[in-house]
């Protein structure tokens, strides 16, 4: 094991890496906030310290994603699985309309099975057959009179696949789950019905899930769901509708003054998120003999790097290397296999460049 006071490069795909400057100003305050006497973990939800960090948190998303006054923000739990369910739940069940679901990996596919037992939902296009390799490329032909959203999942983590835009499907609201790739660069809102992420990947501990939704869609609340299954509910009450997981929202709201301070802002970040991706890519593709990409190259994540060996049985070697060299987390998802490296927001530069000098050296004594 790994002295504690050494940090490793953790390549992990989520619960993922944090910037170390929030995790050492969450030490720091742990045991008490300044001035306040107790830990975040310990005051009230409907109190005056935490409704701070919950303003921070949410005003904190508004301005740096410039969401609009005709947008809510919900912080939840229950994270992709419960919206899988929610999201059908709210806009398909009882309407005369289909869902159109657009299945580019493991987790579309999840969210397709979820709704098809709500609802008339429809695969509109499905990349399983050629493995997960590729995305769609031509707009949707859809009627906003036929189907009541189109979802789809920006960044396929597992199979490291990822939307270079949003998809065109007409008039029909897009639903994405963006999990793995929020906050990793600019985008517009406008073109989202509602855009949601667990934030254990790019932004924030597990236990929280971000929900940017356009009010206009949000159903009336007399309706006959659960009550937490209602976003008029979460709406109504400023996100507080049950307590919210406080710490989550907590270090959200660290995240993202880091995100808009230290760390220069999402264009910034998204410039440094495509260099990183970029030094991995061009390893691989160099070394042609060695190892396989997963996703056609005009697909590939800029989030979650995944590729094979030509040789299944260098995987492990290359693992153990890894992690001699302090790299971690690098065993690919079991259904794909290999090796997936995640390059979140918070991975710095340096650890994607150690990373791809040690696969230039294994690549070269192994090649």
């Known amino acids: 094991m790994h002295h504690h006071s050494e940090r490793v490069y953790n390549f992990s795909a989520g619960p993922a890496v944090l910037p170390k400057v929030v995790l050492e100003r969450i030490a720091s305050e742990m045991i008490s906030l300044p001035g306040v006497g107790s830990s975040i973990l310990e005051v009230s939800h409907r109190g005056k310290v935490f409704t701070e960090y919950l303003n921070r948190a949410r005003d904190g998303l508004r301005n740096t994603l410039k969401v609009p006054d005709e947008y809510e923000i919900l912080f939840l739990q229950g994270g992709s699985r419960l919206q899988f369910a929610m999201l ?15 299945v580019t990996g493991s987790w579309g596919k999840q969210a397709l099975a979820e709704a098809e037992r709500l609802g008339k939902a429809e695969c509109v296009w499905s990349g399983e057959d050629q493995g997960f390799v590729d995305l769609p490329t031509a707009p949707f032909q859809l009627d906003a009179n036929d189907y009541s959203y189109f979802y789809y999942v920006s960044n396929e983590t597992i199979q490291g696949l990822q939307f270079p835009g949003e998809p065109q499907a007409g008039d029909v609201p897009l639903i994405c789950d963006a999990s793995s790739d929020f906050l990793h660069k600019p985008i517009d809102i406008n073109r989202y019905g509602i855009i949601y992420a667990c934030a254990q990947k790019n932004a924030g501990p597990a236990g929280l899930t971000i929900v940017i939704i356009r009010k206009e869609m949000i159903p009336s609340g007399n309706s006959d769901l659960p009550g937490y299954l209602d976003y008029h509910a979460h709406a109504a009450n400023g996100s507080l509708f049950n307590t919210p997981p406080t710490f989550a929202i907590y270090v959200f709201a660290l995240v993202i003054e880091w995100l808009n301070g230290e760390a220069g802002g999402l264009e910034r970040m998204y410039e440094l998120n495509h260099r990183k991706a970029k030094l991995l890519y061009d390893v691989i593709d160099r070394f042609q003999g060695v190892y396989r990409g997963h996703a056609k190259a005009e697909c590939r994540s800029v989030m979650n790097v995944v590729f094979n060996f030509l040789d299944e049985s260098l995987k492990e070697k290359f693992l153990m290397g890894a992690e001699t060299a302090g790299l ?40």
């Open 88 to 102: 059908p739940m709210n806009f398909l069940r009882g309407t005369q309309k289909k869902a159109a679901y657009a």
């Open 328 to 367: 971690t987390s690098l065993a690919g998802h079991r259904s794909v296999g290999g090796i997936r490296a995640s390059i979140y927001n918070a991975m710095p530069l340096e650890g994607v460049e150690k990373l791809a000098d040690y696969m230039f050296d294994f690549a070269e004594s192994n090649g």
